[in-house]
């Protein structure tokens, strides 16, 4: 049996997007819903993250909630370090008792430098061995350009993370911990009433009321070094999509930049049906069947995101070990659709079943089969004289 990839005619067509040209220095945007990479720009460079690294903290904490080492009301101590923190904070002091509860608003709307020690200090002990736990933790969600040196993203050199990581991080939170997204869009949060010059969220899509979409999180962040930069995620109907903004020059730039990104990936990019389970798309050759060929269908219904527009054709393969060998039932997984779009690098893959059984050959099958082996191997015999 070989490999065989069968192309179909066009199923769809689709206009590569119009590019978007981002004045961002690292870009990645992603469709949620459908897996779908829709910008990659400087994505794997690893960067200087500020405050987005919180994000990483947050997943870990999320983690211990999760597993039960810690609940809401959970409080922890603040030390002297944690107090001693600058930047932006929730002006914690060593005679505080935050809860958990208080710490993760803290750390989202405040972007508290203190809170994100307290939650270091209270899991693992110091922030030295926290920031160890969140390199580790990275690696082993694919993250492959982070490091960390601190639960906050203090500048340093060993604190660096790639948009596409941020990215990654940002889309775990969403897609495992939906029980605390709803944090994310929160916008106020004064802990003590001590930090009212800090206590709206920095998010800047978050008070932005389009007529069909909605941002709802996720974190904002800026150093000298780092310049101005978003992790944003926003839901259009059932879309939802995760983008990551690194180096503006200004806020108002991260709020221009983070709301024409939003209107482009839910703009140009539309979702088309492609074909539904059980519908007939290719024939594939039976081997020793009752039937010379059977029919290969959808296993399951099939949508695409695809850019706005309709001209150019989109590849459509069915790829099958063949020919196939009989018996088969219908229903059975008999190979895959492999359909690839212009202007996005995913590839979109759905199971293809056999549209009916097709039973085992009986003699007069067989006996043709064997003449036709016998038939090919003594022209092969021929040709081995010939060439000698």
């Known amino acids: 049996m070989r490999l065989i990839a069968a192309t179909l005619a066009a199923c ?18 992603y469709d949620l819903s459908t897996k779908t990479v829709l910008m990659a720009k400087n994505a794997d ?77 209270g899991l693992a ?17 694919g993250m492959k350009n982070s490091m960390f040196a ?35 869009s929160e916008t106020h949060f004064n802990y003590k009433d001590r930090a009212p010059a800090n206590a709206e969220n920095r998010n800047p899509l978050l008070d932005i009321r389009a007529a069909d979409w909605k941002a709802d999180g996720m974190k904002t962040g800026h150093t000298q070094e780092a310049g101005y930069g978003l992790v944003g995620s926003a839901v259009m109907g059932e879309r939802r999509i995760v983008f990551v903004l690194a180096g503006m020059p200004s806020e108002q730039s991260r709020r221009s930049e983070g709301e024409a990104v939003a209107n482009w990936a839910f703009r140009q990019f539309v979702m088309k049906d492609v074909a539904k389970a059980g519908t007939q798309l290719a024939e594939a050759p ?40 009989a018996p088969i039932k219908q229903g059975q997984e008999v190979g895959k659709l492999v359909i690839t779009v212009p202007g996005l690098d995913n ?39 010939v060439n000698s």
């Open 12 to 29: 769809l067509f689709a206009l590569p997007a119009a590019a978007f040209d981002t004045k961002a220095h690292a870009a990645w945007v």
């Open 125 to 141: 002990g110091s922030e030295s061995s926290f920031a160890d736990l969140m390199t580790e933790r990275a690696h082993e969600l």
């Open 286 to 325: 039976v081997w020793l069947g009752g039937k010379s060929t059977v029919g290969l269908a959808p296993k399951t219904d099939l949508s695409l995101l695809v850019p706005a527009g309709s001209k150019d054709k989109v590849t459509a393969e069915a790829v099958f070990k063949g020919p196939l060998q």
């Open 150 to 184: 601190n639960s906050n993203g203090w500048p340093d050199p060993g604190q660096r993370m790639s948009v596409h990581d941020l990215g990654i991080v940002a889309s775990r939170i969403i897609t495992h911990f939906p029980q605390y997204y709803h944090f994310f």
């Open 347 to 385: 590839a979109n893959e759905v199971p293809l079943v056999a549209t009916e059984d097709v039973k085992k050959g009986g003699f007069v099958v067989r006996v043709k089969a064997a003449l036709a082996r016998l038939s090919g191997k003594a022209f092969e015999a021929a040709m081995e004289r």
């Open 45 to 121: 460079i690893p960067l200087p993250p500020a405050s987005m690294s919180k994000l990483m903290t947050l997943d870990l904490l999320f983690e211990a909630l999760e597993d039960g080492r810690v609940t809401m009301d959970t409080t922890f101590p603040v030390s002297e370090h944690a107090q001693s923190m600058g930047g932006s904070t929730m002006f914690l002091n060593t005679t505080d008792r935050p809860t958990v509860r208080d710490l993760i608003q803290g750390i989202i709307i405040n972007s508290g430098n203190d809170a994100c020690v307290v939650v270091a200090e």
